[in-house]
């Protein structure tokens, strides 16, 4: 094997995501053949050192569980430290899933889509903002913005940590049909944002200072990825198509990906509609009531009903 950033292997291997690999590394936690090791940047090839975090070896994983939530409102997203007493994503795994970390947090009053992990290489790529993987979500607000207040979401929003980067805003008329809402707010008018970035309650912020705040937040997609079907309070392991496609997206750089409502699912924004009426066969040895045409073995009568129609 070629050799590795430390922090890319110990990510890789599942133990932290990069940035706290790194911590790790300048604490002085690792250890390379015995060495401790606490210069960043330090490439080892995994298949000819032992690495050790706190004396520990650690293995580099031939296979990452990934699973995906459907995170229900007043339900912690991180999983480890002080939870206060509630409850938390962790929770809704299967009993004996393997220790997995979320990629991206969502808020205790949000709800949706959340990935769960070992994989710190792919949380690493997905969740860094200069790598712009788009986070597809579902805003319901109380009334219809107007075009100034939709243009300034897109081009950006003055907070107090900053300038918010473009993002992807427009009004839809229905949510996606896969969406299984849970009880709650559902009066008001829906936005799609898709956010490249993500600043801590970011939505919220961005709705509110344009005048509309935010009633209820869904989070439907991360990249490729979609909530689907998948009920309210429910986990289910990742497909392997849907694993594929993560890393197949990580790998692309932002230009050449497809744009988000394509890659997610390309019945995000239709409206719910009823099936058509498909009209009955002719019964056997009656002609169809239907005009013919080719293929008929008659031909068409002319019409004078069309000469009316107006044009």
Do not use: C
């Amino acid at each position: 094997m070629a050799e590795e950033r430390l922090q890319k292997i110990l990510a890789a291997a599942g133990v932290a995501s990069r940035r706290a690999a790194e911590e790790m590394i300048a604490a002085g936690r690792v250890q390379v053949n015995g060495q401790t090791v606490t210069e960043l940047g330090t490439k080892v090839d995994p298949a000819l050192v032992q690495i050790a975090v706190d004396g520990r070896p650690v293995g580099t994983a031939a296979r990452h569980a990934y699973y995906k939530v459907n995170k229900p409102r007043g339900m912690l997203s991180d999983i480890g430290g002080h939870t206060w007493g509630r409850s938390t994503v962790a929770e809704l795994l299967p009993e004996g899933a393997r220790r997995v970390f979320p990629v991206g947090r969502l808020d205790l009053n949000s709800e949706g889509l959340v990935l769960l992990t070992d994989d710190g290489e792919m949380a690493h790529q997905l969740t860094h903002p200069r790598f712009e993987h788009p986070k597809t979500y579902y805003v319901l607000v109380e009334a219809r913005p107007g075009e100034a207040a939709l243009e300034t979401l897109r081009r950006g929003v003055e907070l107090p940590e900053g300038r918010t980067a473009p993002a992807q805003v427009r009004i839809v008329s229905a949510l996606p049909r896969e969406l299984r809402l849970a009880p709650g707010p559902k009066t008001g008018v829906w936005l799609e944002i898709v956010l490249r970035e993500g600043k801590k309650r970011q939505i919220r912020h961005m709705t509110a200072a344009v005048g509309h705040p935010t009633l209820r937040l869904i989070r439907w997609a991360l990249g490729p990825l979609v909530l689907g079907e998948l009920a309210p309070g429910a986990a289910v392991p990742l497909t392997r198509r849907e694993v594929a496609s993560l890393r197949l997206w990580v790998a692309q750089p932002p230009r050449q990906r497809p744009t988000p409502s394509a890659a997610a699912s390309r019945s995000m924004s239709r409206p719910h509609r009823p099936p058509a009426k498909r009209r009955a066969a002719p019964s056997p040895g009656k002609p169809s009531q239907q005009g013919s045409g080719r293929g008929s073995g008659r031909p068409r009568r002319p019409s004078n009903r069309s000469q009316g129609r107006a044009k």
